[in-house]
């Protein structure tokens, strides 16, 4: 007999650990697709440039959002305070890891509880399968906002990780009607979030349909679960054996990149994070310029924070020299001008954007 619980904390710890150490990344997330028209008159000055931004009646000072990535096991304390003191001292929003190894066990919840002691300013997202929002219902989510004061709850969706895992959850019927359960019941707005395999713009609309408040694309081309997974099946850390190490590898390629993501979500409405494969300013600039509201990156944040403080601030300083220079290099003062700019969508990218709507980029 597995103990999940068990398993469900001490993942945690594997997950850090191999995302850290090993090649996890899948692939193009489409970035590498865009590129603006370079403004050689740029008339501003780079000194100004201003990152404020809005989202979900926040005001930010970075559009960089630390995606959810840990808690749960007391070796992962540690990397959320670094994470959130880095997220109050930037002005940036933070969403923690799934929160279901402190609501099996309360004894975690100080791995969790820590970031908002750190970042008593910040938007904090909770975050929560939704697995287990169906399986225990509102009371779970209520726990998990009320365990970090937070100002929104992720919900992930995870299906291709849970199909690969040996102790996965792998029946999804009945997650869409608990996300509607719970944004109809709980004030605190509902993010729905994947983590690598990216939204659809069916998805998007189910979600919207639901009252979601806002989307966060967990596109394809950065962190890969399949990846993950697999790497565990080989160090045998997967409670039963490794006869699914081969379908993890074979999943590596799945998934929307995260620029068609983006593009699907927006056809169908707002407000949208963009994330997976975002690997710098540029990144994040060419985000911005596509209609994102912020752009969430985890694993390039992930070795920084397991190191110091410093380094972490150092990582993100870099990050936002990228994006003042993007901006300056293509006139634009705020956030909202570079919605304006001029870009290419090349390759592949604009292949699958065109495929089925040609006018689908941009709200
Ligand atoms: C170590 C690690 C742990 C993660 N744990 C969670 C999690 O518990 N809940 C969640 O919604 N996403 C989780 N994610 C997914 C990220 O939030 C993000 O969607 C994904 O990694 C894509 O971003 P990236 O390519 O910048 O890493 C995790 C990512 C990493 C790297």
Known sequence: MVDKKRFTSSR?????????EKEVESGDAGFGDIRFVHNALPECDMGTIDLTTRFLNHTFSSPLFISAMTGGHPGTKTVNERLARAAERFGMGMGVGSQRAA??????GDTFSVV???APHAFLAANLG???LRDHGIEWAERAIEMIRADAIAIHLN?????I???GDHNAIGCLAAIGELCREVKTPVIIKETGCGISAATARQCWGAGVSAIDTGGWGGTSWAAVESVRADEGKTPQDNRLHTPGKDFTGWGIPTVVSLAEVLASGGPVIASGGIRSGLDIAKGLAL??????????????AMESDEALARMIETIHQELVATMFLTGSVKIADLRKTRMFILGRTRQMIEKDNPARIRR
């Open 12 to 20: 945690k710890l594997d997950h850090l650990r191999i995302c850290a």
């Open 165 to 167: 895992q040996p102790e």
């Open 116 to 118: 908002r002691d750190e």
């Open 159 to 163: 299906f291709l990780q849970e199909a």
């Open 130 to 132: 939704a697995v287990q």
């Open 291 to 304: 209609g994102a509201d912020l752009c969430g990156m985890a694993l390039p944040l992930l070795k920084p």
């Open 103 to 108: 609501l099996e066990n309360p004894a975690l």
